[in-house]
């Protein structure tokens, strides 16, 4: 199986910022993406940032305060938030496209981490 831990998150003043890092391990082939998601009290879960070789999406409300990168070598993730919003607040939960060792595609998922903007 695969594994998404994540680190980073925590409670920011609004105009602060906050850097997440999310490391895949386990029995991995490839990895197709690696990306971002967010669910906030009583909303649907979204799409915040995705990365998926040299090619970068953000949702509307997070292009140009958010960034998103990825360090290959180390199968791992990062999100750099800047400018921060209290409608950012929100579990943000890692997640990766995967091509296992046994030829499996899946999408996996990290456990979420907690992001509260607030004053």
């Known amino acids: 199986q695969v594994q998404l831990v994540e680190s980073g998150g925590g409670l920011v003043q609004p105009g602060g910022s906050l850097g997440l890092s999310c490391a895949a391990s386990g029995r991995i082939f490839r990895i197709n993406d690696m990306g971002w998601y967010r669910q906030a009290p009583g909303k649907q879960r979204e799409m915040v940032a995705l990365i998926s070789g040299g090619d970068t999406n953000y949702e509307d409300s997070v292009k140009g305060r958010f960034t998103i990168s990825r360090d290959n070598a180390k199968n791992t993730v990062y999100l750099e938030m800047n400018n921060l919003k209290p409608e950012d607040t929100a579990v943000y939960y890692c997640?990766?496209?995967?091509?296992?060792?046994?030829?499996?595609?899946?999408?996996?998922w990290g456990q979420g981490t907690q992001v509260t903007v607030s004053s």
């Open positions: 997640a990766s496209e995967v091509r296992t060792s046994d030829w499996r595609l899946y999408r996996y």
